[in-house]
Structures are given as C-alpha cells and as structure tokens.
C-alpha cells in the first residue's frame, strides 16, 4: 500500500492511546510496588477515570471511517499493514461494544476487588472476596455477552482476550493430551528415591540476591538503560519495551525463588525489548498474546535457566556472592535444587513438571464458574477437591488454595490457561532453536546468550502481532502446537535426574 | 444555596479530572524518582498525551452552561460554594483559552527540557540547556498572551498562577522592604565571631538518617498510611493528601541535609493531609496557592525543625541512633551546625537566613527574562553578576550557577517568589500561634506536636482556596503579609547565637 494519510492517522491515533494506556499500567505498578496502605481508594478513583478515557478515545466516530476506508483498498497492502489494519478493526469492534459506564465501573471494582483479595488472602477469610468475586464473574459474563458472544461461549471470550484465536475447546482438548503423558511422569519422578532437598538454603541476604539477580538479567540480555526491576508480592512484568517494570520478591531463606522469578519476568521483558519498539501501539509492535508471552519467560527460566550449562557458569558466581552459605552444599545438591520436583500447593512456588497440574486446576473450575456448573460460594470446596483429584493433596487452608493467586481479583478470566500453552510454546521454540544450534547450551556454559536472544529477537519477538498465536507457533517451531515438545523435554530433563 | 444537581455535577467532573491530575502527577513523581534513563522519551509522550487530556476534559462545554447557571443563582451561596464556583471559573476561563495542541507541546517540552537540564547541570554545560530554555519562556509568553495578558504582564500571569491575587509590582515592593533589613542582619551575622563548623559530620550511614527522618515526620504527624518518603536528586513533594509523595536525598557526611529536607517536605505533605479530603479537586481541597504551601513547610522546618525544644527533644535520639559519629560532637555544636549561616553558592544548601537573597536573585532575572531586557543566551553571567551583587559572592560554574535549580527547566516561572513569601507567611503564623499558646515550643521539648498542627488545621490547612494568599495570611495572622514577622524571627533566633 500506499501508507496513505488516513493510515498514518490511524497510527498516530493508536499509539497516542496506547501512552495513555502505558500510563495507566504505570499507575498499576505502582500499586503493586509502592502505593501506600491507604491510598487504595484514591488509586481505585484514578484508575477508574483513565480506564474510560482509554475507552472514549479507543471508540472515536472516526476510527470507524479510517478503518473502512482502509479496508476498502487494503488489497495491495502488505501483510504488517493488513495486522495493523486487523488488530485495529477487532479492538475497535470490541470496544465500541462496551459502554464507558462499563468500563469505569470495570476498573474500580478491579481495583477495591484487589484489596478485598489481598486482605481476604492474609486473613485466611474467603468470605472477604467473594462478593467480590461474585461481582466480577458476572461483569466478566456480562462483557462477553456485550461483545456479542453467546453465554455458552461467554468462557471462550476471555481466552480469546488473552490470546486471540483460542477456544476453551482446543485448551480443553490440548490440555487432555498433556495430562495423559504427564500424569505417569511425574508418577515417576515423585516415586524416585530420589529426593532433592530445597531447605538447604539458610540466610542469603537480600542485598546478595539483589545482586546477582541483577547480573543475571542484564547478562542474559535485558537492558536496564529502558527497565528496572522492584519488590512486590507477587512477581510480574508490565508496561513495554520503552520501560519495562519487573518485580520480584525476596526470601532469605530461599534465593532460588528470587532468581529464578527474576529471570522468568527477565523472560518477558526481552519480549518487550525485542518487539519493534517504532511500532509500538500498533499490531506490529505488540506482544502476540499472553500464551507466547509466557513462553518467553518460560524459557529463559526453565529451558536456559535450569540447564546444566547455565550453571557452569553462574554457579562459581553464585559461590563468589555467598561463599559461606554455600560451604557445604555440594554441585550436585545445588543442580538438584535447582531441578527440585515436589507436589505442593502454590503454583508459583512449583516447578516445572508439576506446575501445568496447577494450571488445568484452575482452568477447569474456570470453565465450571462460567457455565454455572460452579457458584462462587462453593469455590473453597470445590477448589480443595479438584487439587485432590489433579494434583493430588489437598490445601489446608483458603490463602493456599482458591485465595493463591491475583489474577481473578484483577478481574482476569481465562489467563491461567496461557501458562501452561506458554510451557508448550517454549519447549517447542527450544527444539526448534536446537535444531538450528546444536550446541547452544555450551554458550550458556560460556556466559553467553546473545545467539539464542538474537535467533528469538528475529523469529518471535520482531514478528510482534502479525500472527496469532497458533500462527506464529507454526512459523517459528515448523509444527502445529502440541504438547509433545514440552513432555519431551520433560523426560529429557528429569529422568535422568530421577533415575 | 441549594447544592442542586447541576453544582453536584459540576463538582463531580471537577473531582474526576483531578484524578486525571495526580495520575498525570505520579507519573512526574515516578519520573524523578524511578524512570530508567532510556525511557525519558516514552514518559514526555505519555505526559504529552495525558495533558492534552486533562485540557480537553477541563474545556468540555457544558462547564460553561453550568457556571453559567450557578453563577445566575449564586447570591444565596454560602462562602464554600462561591469559592468553588469562583475558582472553577478562573480555571475554566483559563483553560478554555489554550489550545490542546499547545498544553501537548508544552507538556512534551517540559519533558525535553528536564532532561536536558540534568545532563547540562551534570556536564556544566548551558549551552545543552539555552536552546530549551529560550523555547519554555518563548512559550511561557505565549501562554500569557493567550490567557489575555499583555506583553508587558507577561510575568504577572505566572506569579498569579501560583499565587493567585499576587503581581509583580507586588512581589518588588515587599521584596525591597525585606532586603532593606536582611542585607545588615546577614552582615552582622557573617562577620560575628562565632563560625558554626558544619563540617563536624562524617560517616551517618543512609539507613540510620532514614529512620530518623521517618521517626520525626510521623511524630509531627505526617500519615505514612498514605504517603511515603523516596530518594531523588531533588526533594519534593507531589500527590495530594490521599496519597501524598514525599522525596529526599541522604549524604552520609551531612546528615542534616535529609533530616530538615524531609522535616520541610513533611510540612508540605501536613498541609495536604489536613485539607479537607472530600473535596480534592474543587476550591475547598486544595491549597491557597504556593506561597502558602510554602509557609507551611518553612514553619515546620524552621520555626518548629530548628528551635531548641525541638532539639532538646530529638538530640538523645540522634545520639542514639548515631553514638559514635556523634561521640565528639557536643550538644552546642550540634544545635549551632543546625542553625549554621553562611554565604553559599546554592539556594537549596542555603541556611533560612540567607535563603532569601537567591529568591531575591532569581526574583530580578526572571523580571528581566520576561522583559526582554535579559536574553536566555546572556543567563549565566547575569546569574553570576546578580550573585555577586545581591548574595556577595560568584558561582564558579554554571551547575552552581544558573543550572543550580530544576524549575525553569519544567517551565515553572514566577514560582521561585513563593518561597521568600512563604518564609513570610511561615513567621507572620508563628507569631499568631505565639500570641495563642505562648509556651508553644515547650511541647516540642517534650515532644508534643499535636497542639500546632490542630491549630495549623483548624485556621490554615481547612480552609483550602476559599481566600487567595493574601487574604487567608490576614484571616490567619491577624495582619496584612509584611516582611515584619520574618525579620523579628530572624532576629530572635540568629543575634542571640551569633553574638
């Protein structure tokens, strides 16, 4: 095409908005990092306000011409200017069918539902959230059926938010797969005699953690000049590639947890920095959802970061910044740690293997909770019953069962699913990167890892929405997705270790 | 009146646009305070975006059929409603008269121009700054014009933008008078024999000035509950009493410099927690202007921070929380290190005594800016002339010259007045308070803050903007603003120790 006037006011358009909505996620950062104990209320007001500036600005009269007049000759257009135009034309859709009234009453109850969680959660009082639990879920209905999804599918809705061209049928089908190979493995592994021992850690100072984690993430590749990383309750990664918020948590008495969270977040923010940073606010220089995003980070931690050539090199280091913490643990105790499997109930405080039980847990009650199957009063129950069947024990109280996590109090529905998809994605990327490099894992042993960022910054992370999901999975693996690649790499890892 | 529908309507936009305001401030705030170098780019075009919004929200319509209306009917009103009404019409009449595109681009130059500051500050280099400067007071004129001031009231505007009610003429006047008196009292100070040694600090680690300061603020009363205290090259304080972010900066070989920093911005922030919260956003919530912000922090700083109960209180923890660094330090030199004057190059080193002169300074070049009898290009050694002149002494380089101060770099003009003023202010409502409880600074000996900030309360911080400057310092004091109260102060506290 022609990048003709109306498309380059479309662009401008769309990123504007998209400093508005980096704005807004900064004000979430910051609630999660720094906002005072009392100001809960007032951030709740603000968040509110510009979530419906967002969407007033997002369902202007004239994105409608734009896109039509666009469209209508969009035949000759490459394929980036045809994502744009596609992603442009589907969030415009979506957003004039929700009212601002909506989105503001959205945003605020998201925000006192966060409070409601986080104090439901330290007290071990479910019945604090679930009004507002209540309320979501049926905001969440309510939107899908705003948007024009029929109440069946209203589930189907919110994966697709997440991670456009997915159905709770194709997770519910590719999850069943995965379950029937993973199930007897991690059979397997927990019945070995072998039995690594995680309370080997004992007084790590923060200060050290902080340290390497730091050394860590800028080695692997992540750029600090355009990113920083803080403490919060729960890890994450927000805003984009411009600057780019981690967070980690620390805990003395287990400096894995920090590390390895850090190079997970680490993970996504490559992601941020590797998508094409002229584009951003537009398909092109957007993540291509949340399940690709995941096997990013996914990635960097568990494919990269557990792997016995990345310890080769960072082990000696990790000594260097604890040496008398680390007298008497052994290498092989260490790797062991490293590559601990255990059933416990805290999903992000399970590793690898056993973590997609915790996600198919929780996708099936979600399925449940929107077909009706499930009423959140019997969430509690009905949450320590299907850990029983899935995982295999039973939480003994509500702050580490149906209380764990954030993301429902957040209002989001059908994200926990792009965890798990993210294992498989990243596994598969894994052997697909194999295959080019061979020998990658001696880079790591190496301390270098600019081959592997530079093979994913061209092949994902520059493709930025182009795709979809399943799309991009194909082009960058050469394969449908599949859960084959993730039980390989599986076997590949642990047997070995459990044997 | 009859607080009717369209007065609750009226206000409840004004309240929703103010939490656009303090969104648009934390993202100042977190500028200062957290933004990764790189990402100074992303940050002046979100903030460009976000004013261009709030402008756009302040000059919607129906604001002018609303004041339009209540003013038709408002002879009733009671003196809060008038007030509100009256300030929204200032502000709307204002507003309406900008155009969006120019708030962006100033918005966005502001930006620009802070970073181009720090860099030229930290390079000693003005030329990398000029260039912006030249294009903020350029625009700064404009601004004026646009509002309907003519060329010659140009400076006006900005000094009745934080003050409203004050001019130029004004400021020169009670300028004049101040100097008249200051000019001996500092030469009899300077050329005393007794030389306070501020030099007796040496080795106070960051941690220990950080409780300390955090023990002090929350003593006089600042609510950490929703407020906090961060690091960043300059202090300030920004939110509003919601959620209300205060900076400092430590120095282990000055440990007064964080202390009294952060006893002044917890001034700032009393003020702004003592506002009447339900009315954030409208006349009744917000403060009198900067002058009067100022006074507060200035009072809490000075007048309560520096005084000897204050310090027969806080000395044994000090010493407590520093014993050896303070083991050779007696309690003489201590209270007369806090109380220390000195001619010095930097206003915000400066002691309150002295302090005054680089108001003075920055007072008569900023007339000559706006005049045009002063061109941006000859700043520095009109700085350094006028520094010799008024102070009696040359900055050696411009990074302790012109470069000294962050404000014209985000096109604050007309701002540096209310610091002298509200040195003013600050000992004109000592003195008021002195009449009503004689043996007020007793309490701080036995440290006992709550009987000046109730009073401060009740007769300062509740009455918001119902009065502009002038008129709330008469209702307060008793008095119209004069240099008076200032100079008995400085007399009262500074001949006795330097005689």
């Known amino acids: 095409m022609k990048l003709n006037k109306t498309y380059r006011n479309l662009v401008s358009e769309l990123q504007r908005i998209d400093c508005l909505k980096t704005a807004f996620e900064l004000l979430e950062w910051d609630e999660q990092v720094n906002l005072p104990p009392g100001s809960g209320e007032r951030?709740?007001?603000?968040?509110?306000?510009?979530?419906?500036?967002?969407?007033?600005?997002?369902?202007?009269?004239?994105?409608?011409?734009?896109?039509?007049?666009?469209?209508?000759?969009?035949?000759?257009?490459?394929?980036?200017?045809?994502?744009?135009?596609?992603?442009?034309?589907?969030?415009?859709?979506?957003?004039?069918?929700?009212?601002?009234?909506?989105?503001?009453?959205?945003?605020?109850?998201?925000?006192?539902?966060?409070?409601?969680?986080?104090?439901?959660?330290?007290?071990?009082?479910?019945?604090?959230?679930?009004?507002?639990?209540q309320k979501q879920l049926e905001m969440a209905k309510e939107e899908a059926a705003m948007v024009g999804y029929s109440e069946e599918s209203a589930y189907d809705y919110h994966i697709d938010k997440h991670d456009p061209g997915l159905t709770a049928a194709f997770v519910d089908d590719i999850f069943s797969s995965l379950k029937t190979e993973l199930l007897p493995l991690i059979r397997q592994i927990v019945d070995s005699p072998v039995k690594p021992d995680t309370s080997i850690f004992k007084g790590f100072p923060r200060e050290g953690q902080e340290k390497l984690l730091k050394q860590i993430s800028e080695k692997i590749g992540f750029d600090y000049t355009r990113g920083r990383i803080d403490t919060s309750v729960h890890p994450f990664c927000s805003g984009n590639g411009a600057d780019t918020r981690m967070t980690t948590r620390y805990d003395i008495n287990n400096p894995l947890n920090s590390l390895f969270s850090s190079i997970h977040e680490s993970g996504h923010g490559l992601y941020e920095q590797g998508l094409p940073q002229e584009h951003l606010g537009t398909a092109l220089?957007?993540?291509?959802?949340?399940?690709?995003?995941?096997?990013?980070?996914?990635?960097?931690?568990?494919?990269?970061?557990?792997?016995?050539?990345?310890?080769?090199?960072?082990?000696?280091?990790?000594?260097?910044?604890?040496?008398?913490?680390?007298?008497?643990?052994?290498?092989?105790e260490l790797f062991m740690a490293i590559n601990a499997v255990n059933l416990i109930p805290i999903r992000v405080d399970s590793d690898e293997v056993t973590y997609n039980l915790h996600i198919i847990l929780r996708f099936e009650l979600e399925k449940k909770l929107f077909s009706g199957e499930l009423a959140v009063k019997d969430l509690p129950e009905a949450w320590n019953d299907a850990s029983q069947e899935i995982i295999g024990l039973r939480p003994r109280n509500v702050s580490e069962g149906c209380l764990q996590d954030t993301h429902w109090s957040g209002g989001a529905f059908g994200y926990f699913p792009s965890y798990c998809l993210g294992n498989m994605i990243a596994a598969q990327v894994w052997y697909a990167v194999k295959e080019v490099f061979p020998d990658i894992e001696e880079d790591f042993a190496k301390g270098e890892f600019g081959r592997l960022l530079n093979w994913l910054r061209e092949n994902f992370h520059s493709k930025g929405r182009q795709y979809n999901t399943l799309e991009l999975t194909r082009k960058v693996t050469g394969r449908e997705l599949s859960p084959d690649g993730l039980i390989r790499y599986l076997k590949e890892r642990y047997l070995p270790l459990y044997s």
Not at 308 to 331: C, H, K, M
């Open 43 to 133: 951030r709740a007001r603000e968040l509110a306000a510009l979530s419906e500036i967002i969407h007033r600005e997002s369902t202007q009269e004239r994105f409608a011409d734009w896109l039509e007049e666009l469209e209508a000759g969009s035949n000759g257009d490459s394929i980036e200017c045809q994502a744009v135009l596609r992603e442009a034309r589907r969030n415009y859709d979506r957003a004039v069918k929700l009212s601002p009234e909506f989105v503001s009453r959205q945003a605020t109850l998201n925000s006192h539902a966060y409070h409601a969680w986080a104090d439901a959660r330290k007290k071990g009082d479910y019945a604090l959230f679930a009004p507002f639990l």
């Open 285 to 332: 220089g957007e993540a291509v959802g949340m399940a690709g995003h995941e096997s990013q980070s996914r990635l960097w931690e568990n494919q990269v970061g557990r792997s016995r050539g990345f310890w080769d090199y960072w082990e000696p280091v990790l000594r260097e910044t604890f040496p008398d913490q680390l007298a008497n643990i052994s290498s092989g």
